[in-house]
């Protein structure tokens, strides 16, 4: 059996557990599995990232500037765009499939005791994600690395990645997402993602609302860590753009940064690199050494985000955005104006019936000429039909399509009418990840072909 082979095997034994949808307020369990494996969380320094919106593009532009300095760096993120090894990096490659099915067998023994122990006191084996938890934790002692970037799952108390101790906690902006799972306001929210503050660690967050920032204060005070917020202790100074990206100037916790070359597009990409750069710096300087500039220099110009704004298609123009509620819509709407001359947008939109599917839509109207409405592969999928009703109510021209396919033939060929009109596929990270797929298999960088 080839490492490829026994790499999907994994997978396929995890796709057996309830879903990452599947979510109990239980650290615990993953916490048993890591004891039994003598905490190999443990084992490296762990930066740990929350937030509604952003928080995978500043973990990757985190893990970006650590590895510039010379660190071993370990990456995890979810969900995954094309194949599920994208979510262990290791030095800001996907993870070995060899390893990867190394890290299961190690495991398999004692996830069979503790699946054991929860069934003889009636709790549900352990889950799909708890087990991709730990098999990240387990693979960046193997490797071993320096420092962990960790993303949360979901919230963050009980979130099974919190099971490691961040020296820094990253804070995103913090908004209204699985309100069923983390509850209805921005205060309540905000106190489930607070839970990853550490005693003693340093956080640092986006610019927050007034009751998100409340809860992180109180937090901080009760573990006697230290804060520094957006606007305040750092921030984005200064934007332009630039050939593939944007140029920017940051205020950090330690220094001022002129000239720095963000190869991402979006002004919340030049806040999510600011929050980066002082999340860095709490790390590896305590808050008080700049970052060398070559370092910082190299560190952001290697930052690659997939699914985010990412260019798939010329002639028409497509890009992918995994936006997937309706705060990542607006912030979706201002980079499509800020960093693109297009007159005329066509929408591929599909979503999850469990997201804010009339928020996701007003937020994307305002800068739909057309919207393509089409259905992720997946069960969750809102009803096309349904989701053509919102954007008919929004004033917005709309068809429907069986599949992403056919919504995005139609739009590549509506977009190739016109040299001012291009092309967005966005509502879910699983169109997403569909998207790339399908534009590599059918060469979009080469054209339209119709």
């Known amino acids: 059996m080839s490492d490829r082979d026994r790499a999907d095997v994994v997978y396929a034994a995890l796709l057996t557990r309830q879903g990452e949808r599947w979510v109990q307020p239980r650290v615990e369990r993953t916490r048993r599995v890591l004891e039994l494996l003598d905490d190999p969380q443990r084992t ?10 952003g928080k995978t593009s500043t973990s990757r532009i985190v893990e970006s500037i650590v590895r510039a300095h010379g660190l071993r760096t370990g990456l995890f993120t979810s969900p995954h765009l094309e194949r599920f090894t994208e979510r262990i990096m290791i030095d800001g490659e996907p993870i070995d499939d060899a390893l990867i099915a190394d890290a299961w067998e190690e495991i398999t023994p004692l996830v069979a005791l503790v699946d054991a122990e929860l069934a003889a006191s009636g709790d549900a ?7 991709l938890t730990v098999l990240a934790f387990v693979a ?11 993303e949360v799952g979901m919230g963050g108390a009980w979130d099974s990645t919190n099971t490691a101790d961040g020296d820094v906690a990253v804070f995103a902006p913090i908004d209204i997402d699985h309100a069923d799972r983390l509850g209805e306001t921005i205060a309540e929210i905000a106190t489930v993602k607070s839970g990853i503050i550490k005693d003693g660690a340093a956080a640092v967050s986006a610019a927050q609302d007034a009751d998100a920032l409340r809860v992180l204060e109180a937090a901080v005070a009760v573990h006697r860590a230290s804060l520094a917020v957006e606007g305040d202790a750092f921030g984005l100074i200064s934007r332009r753009l630039a050939v593939g990206g944007q140029q920017l100037s940051v205020k950090g916790l330690a220094g001022t940064y002129d000239d ?3 190869p991402l597009f979006g002004p919340h990409q030049g806040h999510n690199a600011a929050l980066a750069i002082a999340a860095v710096e709490s790390l590896i300087g305590g808050g008080t050494q700049p970052i060398a500039g070559d370092v910082l220099t190299e560190g952001l110009a290697q930052v690659t ?7 798939v298609g010329v002639a028409p123009t497509v890009l992918v955005d995994s936006a997937h509620n309706p705060h990542g819509a607006r912030a979706l709407v201002a980079a499509l104006g800020d960093s693109f001359d297009f007159d005329e947008w066509g929408v591929v939109l599909g979503v999850f019936g469990d997201k804010d599917t009339a928020g996701i839509v007003a ?3 305002p800068a739909a000429t057309h919207v393509f409405v089409t259905a992720p592969d997946s069960d969750r999928a809102a009803d096309p039909d349904r989701l053509a009703d919102l954007v008919e109510a929004a004033g917005v021209p709309v068809t429907v399509h069986e599949n992403l396919s056919e919504a995005a033939d139609a739009a590549r060929e509506w977009a190739a009418g016109s040299d001012r009109r291009a092309v967005v596929i966005a509502g879910s990270v699983v169109l997403a990840g569909e998207a790339l797929e399908l534009a590599a298999t059918d060469d979009w960088m080469n054209g339209w072909q119709g």
């Open 140 to 150: 960046f002692a193997d490797a071993p690395v320096d420092v962990a970037v960790i």
């Open 305 to 311: 985000s997939p699914g985010r704004l990412q260019l």
């Open 260 to 262: 720095l070359y963000l």
């Open 44 to 53: 490296y320094r762990v930066v740990h990232v929350t937030g509604t919106n």
């Open 125 to 131: 084996p352990l889950t799909f994600f708890e087990l």
């Open 363 to 365: 937020s994307i109207a």
